[in-house]
């Protein structure tokens, strides 16, 4: 007898699972084309700031102030 009642809930959350899915599916997309806008118009008003970037010379800097460079510390010169 309780194999008959289990068996009905179970229809009756698959007919209601199969309501609510197909009752959101509108909403997903509605979201879906309003965060693709959103991102679309974002990334038109986006400042971008360009650095100066400087090129390695490969040739080392001295240091300021008297400081030591880590190879000195360690002995090597």
Do not use: D, H, Y
């Not at 809930?9 to 609510?20: D, E, K, N, S, Y």
């Not at 509108?26 to 008003?45: C, D, E, Q, T």
């Not at 400042?47 to 190879?71: F, M």
């Amino acid at each position: 007898m309780t194999w008959i009642i289990g068996l009905v809930l179970a229809a009756v959350a698959g007919v209601a699972l199969l309501i609510f899915a197909w009752w959101a599916v509108p909403i997903v997309v509605a979201a879906a084309a309003l965060f693709v806008l959103v991102l679309l118009f974002s990334r038109k008003g986006a400042v971008t700031v360009e650095r100066a970037r400087k090129e390695p010379t490969g040739t080392p800097r001295t240091a300021t102030s008297g400081a030591e460079t880590a190879n000195e510390r360690v002995g090597q010169s």
